[in-house]
C-alpha cells in the first residue's frame, strides 16, 4: 500500500514535501560552508609544504575549469572568421587568445581529438590548416 492510501490528506503530504525541501536546502548550504573551509584549509597546507611539493594525501585536486562556450564551439567560430583555416598550433594560440582555459597538461592533443571529432571540419593535408567544410 502507498501512502496515500494509508490516511494521509493532501495538506499532510504537502507539509511533508515542504519539510523535506526545507531539509535538503538546509544540507546543501552545511555542504557548501564545508568545502569552503575544507578549501581553506587545502591552501594553508600548500602555502605550508610550497610549491610542487604535498604530503601524501594532502595533494589539491584541480578543479575542473568552467569555460562560457565550448570548446568545439570555439573552435568553429575561430574557423568560422577564416576560409583559409589554421594549423594545429596555430588554432591553439586563437583558441586560448579567446580566453578559453584548460588545465589539461597537453591542450594540443585536446584540441586536435576535438578537430578529429567533430563533423564539418576538415584537414588540408597539403598546407596542414584545418578548416571548416563548405
Known amino acids: 500500500m502507498s501512502r496515500a492510501q494509508v490516511g494521509f490528506s493532501v495538506a499532510e503530504l504537502e507539509k511533508i514535501l515542504d519539510e523535506r525541501k526545507s531539509q535538503l536546502q538546509d544540507l546543501a548550504k552545511r555542504r557548501d560552508q564545508a568545502q569552503k573551509e575544507l578549501d581553506k584549509i587545502d591552501t594553508e597546507i600548500q602555502d605550508l609544504v610550497g610549491p610542487g611539493g604535498s604530503i601524501g594525501k594532502f595533494r589539491r585536486r584541480r578543479r575542473r575549469v568552467k569555460n562560457d562556450m565550448s570548446l568545439r564551439a570555439v573552435v568553429k567560430e575561430i574557423l568560422g572568421k577564416n576560409k583559409k ?30 578537430l578529429y571529432n567533430t563533423e564539418g571540419i576538415v584537414h588540408d593535408d597539403s598546407s596542414g590548416c584545418y578548416r571548416l567544410e563548405r
Do not use: H, I, M, P
Open 85 to 114: 583555416g589554421f594549423t594545429l598550433a596555430d588554432l591553439a594560440d586563437k583558441v586560448t587568445e579567446t580566453g578559453y582555459k584548460s588545465n589539461s597538461r597537453n591542450f594540443r592533443n585536446v584540441l586536435y581529438q576535438c
